[in-house]
C-alpha cells in the first residue's frame, strides 16, 4: 500500500501520510493547523453549503483555524470553542464526553457559562476538520443544546469513512478508511 493518500480541496493539493490507529485501521492524517492555504481555501467553499446561522461552535483544537476564518468570512464578532478542560476562568461550566477515533480516550468537552449564555436561542453550525465516527460533533451538539442553542448545520473539511453517506452533514470532500487485512 502506499504511505500517503492525496487529496484535492478547491484548487489545492495535500500529499497526507497514512498512519496506524490501530491493529485493524489506518487512516490519512489530516491536520490544518499551521495550514493557512488550506483552511483559507475550504471557509468559502462551506460558506456556500451553511444554511443561515448566528454562530460557530468547534471543538477545541483542530476545528479552531476554521471556525476563525469562516467566522470572519461572515463577519461574526465571535466563535465558540467548547474546551478539552475545565478552566480556572470557567463560571458553572457545562460538560460532556467524547471518545474519538483520532485521541481513542475518553476526552471532555466544556463550555463556559458566558458561551452558554451567548449560545441560547441561536441558530449554531457546529464546525470540525474531518468528521469520522461523528461522536465529537455529536457531544459539541449536545452542549449547545444544554445551553438552549439549535444546531442547525454540522460542518466539516472532510467527512471520513462511512459519515461520507450521512445526510446530516455538510463537507468537502471524502475521505478513505484504510482497513488492515490480516493474513
Not at 471556525?67 to 478542560?85: C, D, G, P, Q, T
Not at 454540522?154 to 461520507?164: P, Q, S, T
Request: with cysteine; charged share 30%.
Amino acid at each position: 500500500m502506499k504511505n500517503t493518500y492525496t487529496l484535492r480541496i478547491a484548487d489545492i493539493t495535500r500529499e497526507l501520510p497514512i498512519i496506524k490507529i490501530n491493529e485493524n485501521l489506518n487512516i490519512a492524517s489530516f491536520v490544518i493547523l499551521g495550514d493557512t492555504e488550506l483552511v483559507c481555501k475550504a471557509a468559502p467553499e462551506i460558506i456556500k453549503k451553511l444554511p443561515k446561522i448566528d454562530v460557530l461552535v468547534t471543538a477545541e483544537a483542530k476545528g479552531i483555524p476554521l471556525a476563525f476564518e469562516i467566522s470572519r468570512l461572515l463577519n461574526m464578532k465571535k466563535y465558540i470553542v467548547a474546551r478539552k478542560s475545565i478552566k480556572p476562568y470557567m463560571n458553572s461550566p457545562i460538560v460532556d464526553e467524547v471518545v474519538s477515533i483520532t485521541t481513542q480516550k475518553k476526552q471532555l468537552l466544556c463550555l463556559d457559562k458566558k458561551d452558554a449564555e451567548f449560545l441560547e436561542g441561536k441558530k449554531v453550525a457546529v464546525i470540525d476538520d474531518v468528521i469520522s465516527t461523528g461522536e465529537s460533533i455529536q457531544a459539541v451538539e449536545r452542549l449547545v443544546e444544554a445551553a438552549g442553542g439549535k444546531v442547525t448545520a454540522k460542518a466539516a473539511i472532510l467527512a471520513e469513512g462511512e459519515a461520507a453517506s450521512r445526510k446530516d452533514i455538510i463537507f468537502l470532500e471524502k475521505l478513505p478508511l484504510f482497513t488492515i487485512k490480516k493474513e
